[in-house]
C-alpha cells in the first residue's frame, strides 16, 4: 500500500524543479495512495491536484489549500463528500466510480461559492431517485452537473419538488446503509477465512492437500536428506507451487463479488499476493552465477575478455618490449581499473569484470607501468621482456670500434714498408685483339675486361701518415 511521502511528491514535481513549497500543480495517480495526507502542509499554492485510481477512503487534510481550483478524487473508495469547505477557491470536482451513497452529504459545498462543475456519475447515489434535482435544489451555485449543463427551468423546478425529493433521498439513503452493513460483515467472515487458510497451511506438515496422513507417509531422515538432494526435486516443488497458483488465481477472479470498497482492497492484496509469490519463484529459479575461469587446474593462463573490450598487442622490438592497448570506457573512473602484470600473462579487471591476456614471451613485472590517456581513455600497459640484450643503435659503435682498430693496424703496417711500384703485364692488353675475333666453334669469343692502369705516385716530403686515419679504398 502506498502513501504519500516527500520523496513522491519531490518526483512528481520535475516540472516546478523538485521545489515542492511552490508547488501549482501535481499529479499522484495510480499510487495506491489510501490516505490523503501532508498535502495541506507541504503545498499550500496548489491548484490542481490529482488523485484519481487510489484507494483514498476519506477526503481529509485539503482544508488549508484555499488556492486550489480543480481537485480529481475518481475511482477511489470514497463513501461520504467533508472536508471541503476551506477550500475557497474550488471550481471543479470530480468524484467519479467511488462509494458515495450518502447523497445528503452533498450540502456541504454549499459554502465553495465559487464551485461550477461536479462530476458524481458511478456513485451508488446516481442511481437514487431524485438523484439530480436534489443535487442542483442544494447547489444553487453549481453550473454543470455530470458533464451536463444545468438549465435555468431545471433548477426552478428542481426547487418547487425539493421537499418531496429530499424525503425519498433519506429512505433510499437509510436503505442504502443497511446493504452497506451487510456487505461489511460479509468482507469481514470473508478476511477472517482467508487468514485461518493461511494460518493452517503455515502449520508443519501441511502439503496443500487435505488427506495429510502424516504417519503413513513420513520418510526416515536418510530418506528425506536424500529426497531433499535430489536434482529434480526442487524443479517439480516449484511446478506444483506455480501450478497452485494458477489454480488460485483462476478461482479468484471467476467468483463473483459485489462493487464494494472491500471488494477493491480484496482485489489489491490479491494481486500483492500474486506478485510475491512471483518474486519468490523468480529467486528460487535464480541460480548463482559460477566465478570466470582464469587459470586452469594444471596453472595454465587462459585468455578472458568479460567487459568485451577491444585491444591491441604489439611486439615493439626497437624497445625489446609488450605493448598492450586496451579501449576503457573513455568516461570510467581510474580507480575502477586494476592491472596486475604476471611474467606469462597480464590481468586487467575493470568494474569488476575480468580481462586476462596470455603474452607470446616473458616479461619482466616490476619494470612493467600502465599508463592511461586523458583524451581516449585508452589504457596502455608497457611490459619489457626477460634476458634479451637492447638492440638498436648500439651496434653500430661496435662494429666502428673493431674497423677502426683494423684499419689502424693495415695503417701501420704499410708505414713500415716502402711503397711499391707497380708493373704492367706485357701479356695483357687493354683492347680487343682484332685478329682473332673470329676464331670458329673451338673455343667462344671472350672479351678481355680492361683493367685499370695504378700510377706509382711519389711521396711529397710534406706528407705525413696519420696511423687514425683509414687507408682509401
Not at 85 to 106: H, P, Q
Not at 189 to 215: I, M, Y
Request: charged share 35%.
Amino acid at each position: 500500500m502506498g502513501r504519500i511521502t516527500e520523496d513522491l511528491i519531490r518526483r512528481n514535481a520535475e516540472h516546478n524543479e523538485c521545489v515542492i513549497f511552490s508547488l501549482e500543480e501535481l499529479s499522484l495517480h495510480q499510487q495506491e495512495i489510501e490516505r490523503l495526507e501532508h498535502v495541506d502542509r507541504w503545498c499550500r499554492d496548489l491548484k490542481i491536484l490529482y488523485l484519481q485510481n487510489n484507494l483514498i477512503g476519506k477526503i481529509e487534510n485539503v482544508s488549508k489549500l484555499k488556492k486550489l481550483e480543480y481537485l480529481n478524487l475518481a475511482l477511489n473508495n470514497i463513501e461520504k463528500i467533508e472536508n471541503l469547505e476551506g477550500c475557497e477557491g474550488l471550481t471543479k470536482l470530480d468524484l467519479t466510480v467511488n462509494f458515495i451513497g450518502e447523497l445528503s452529504s452533498v450540502k456541504t459545498l454549499q459554502h465553495n461559492i465559487h464551485l461550477k462543475e461536479l462530476f458524481l456519475m458511478g456513485n451508488p447515489c446516481a442511481d437514487f431517485d431524485g438523484y439530480r434535482q436534489f443535487v442542483v435544489a442544494s447547489l444553487q451555485q453549481l453550473q454543470c452537473l455530470d458533464g451536463r449543463e444545468i438549465e435555468r427551468s431545471e433548477r426552478i423546478q428542481a426547487l418547487q419538488n425539493f421537499p418531496v425529493v429530499e424525503r425519498q433521498i433519506r429512505q433510499q439513503e437509510e436503505a442504502y446503509r443497511l446493504r452497506r452493513a451487510q456487505d461489511k460483515e460479509e468482507a469481514q467472515r470473508k478476511l477472517r477465512e482467508e487468514l485461518e487458510n493461511k494460518a493452517q497451511k503455515s502449520r508443519p506438515g501441511f502439503d496443500g492437500r487435505w488427506n495429510t496422513d502424516l504417519g503413513a507417509s513420513l520418510p526416515s531422515s536418510g530418506d528425506s536428506r536424500g529426497h531433499l538432494q535430489a536434482p529434480g526435486t526442487q524443479g517439480e516443488e516449484l511446478a506444483r507451487q506455480k501450478r497452485d497458483g494458477l489454480d488460485d488465481d483462476l478461482e479468484f477472479w471467476s467468483r463473483p463479488s459485489s462493487f464494494t470498497p472491500e471488494s477493491r482492497l480484496e482485489t489489491l492484496r490479491h494481486i500483492e499476493k500474486q506478485r510475491e509469490d512471483q518474486e519468490k519463484l523468480s529467486e528460487k529459479k535464480k541460480r548463482v552465477k559460477p566465478p570466470r575461469t582464469l587459470i586452469t587446474e594444471d596453472g595454465k593462463a587462459l585468455n578472458v575478455n568479460e567487459p568485451r573490450l577491444d585491444f591491441s598487442l604489439k611486439d615493439d622490438e626497437k624497445r625489446n618490449q609488450i605493448v598492450l592497448d586496451l579501449a576503457v570506457y573513455r568516461y570510467m573512473d581510474t580507480s575502477l581499473i586494476d592491472v596486475d602484470v604476471q611474467p606469462t600473462y597480464v590481468r586487467v579487471m575493470v568494474k569488476g569484470k575480468a580481462f586476462q591476456l596470455v603474452l607470446p614471451a616473458e616479461v619482466t613485472p616490476d619494470s612493467s607501468s600502465a599508463k592511461r590517456s586523458q583524451t581516449t581513455g585508452h589504457l596502455l600497459v608497457c611490459m619489457p621482456k626477460v634476458g634479451e640484450v637492447i638492440a638498436g643503435g648500439r651496434r653500430t659503435p661496435r662494429s666502428v670500434t673493431r674497423t677502426s682498430a683494423r684499419s689502424r693496424e693495415q695503417t701501420t703496417h704499410t708505414s713500415d714498408k716502402k711503397p711499391e711500384k707497380l708493373e704492367v703485364d706485357p701479356s695483357k692488353r687493354s683492347f680487343p685483339d682484332v685478329a682473332h675475333i673470329v676464331q670458329g666453334d673451338k673455343q667462344p669469343p671472350r672479351r678481355v675486361r680492361p683493367e685499370p692502369k695504378v700510377t706509382p705516385r711519389e711521396e711529397e716530403p710534406d706528407f705525413e701518415d696519420n696511423p687514425e686515419v683509414p687507408p682509401l679504398i
